[in-house]
């Protein structure tokens, strides 16, 4: 790989439906180790204190066959906001802590991150990619997934950051997936990240 930095770690943000996942397994693709946080916290949700915490909180309902059902996890914290708040607070700093600690064992990573510009840990990452869509376009892609209009409009709520730092590299992605493989490849480019 004809990369110039030999240690660089990106990080892929935004809204649900804006394409961060293609844009981070792209970067992923150009030689960087891919950590997913929501599959990093679906993992954690298993731990055994983590998940004695959240059932007490939470209540038992959201388990199912000794394990907890994420859809009606989901459910209970975007019906009861200050839920929400206490599970990021239970899950959140594992997630940081994992991936500071892969940050500092592997030399080129790209995160994709949701809710990266709440966690403050922006100065790990050498780049940050603010992937930005139309938001008819967002609603017609999460309905694609099977995410009905309520679901759509809950977690986008929880997702508007009105003001982002300086340092966010904004991305629109309106177009096609080969047109945002573009836009990165050419920033990338540009910086000396590849």
């Not at 981070?24 to 946080?37: E, I, P, Q």
Request: hydrophobic fraction near 40%; glycine fraction near 8%.
């Amino acid at each position: 790989m004809a990369g110039n930095k030999e240690t660089c770690h990106i990080a892929v943000t935004g809204k649900a439906g804006t394409g961060k996942s293609l844009a981070a397994n792209y970067v992923s693709g150009l030689g960087f180790l891919l950590l997913d946080a929501d599959k990093i916290g679906h993992a954690i949700l298993e731990y055994p204190d983590v998940k004695n915490e959240i059932v007490r909180l939470m209540g038992s309902d959201i388990m199912q066959g000794g394990m907890i059902e994420r859809c009606k996890l989901g459910e209970t914290v975007f019906k009861y906001p200050e839920k929400l708040t206490l599970l990021n607070n239970i899950v959140w700093p594992k997630i940081t802590g994992i991936i500071k600690n892969k940050l500092k064992e592997h030399k080129r990573t790209v995160t994709d991150a949701a809710v990266l510009p709440l966690w403050g840990i922006d100065e790990l990452f050498d780049v940050i990619l603010y992937l930005r869509s139309d938001t008819a376009q967002i609603f017609e892609r999460l309905k694609k997934r099977g995410w009905n209009t309520d679901k759509i409009a809950s977690v986008l709520k929880n997702q508007d950051w009105t003001k982002l730092p300086s340092s966010y590299i904004i991305i629109n992605n309106d177009g096609t997936a080969d047109e945002l493989k573009t836009r990165i490849f050419e920033m990338l480019s540009s910086r000396g990240v590849i």
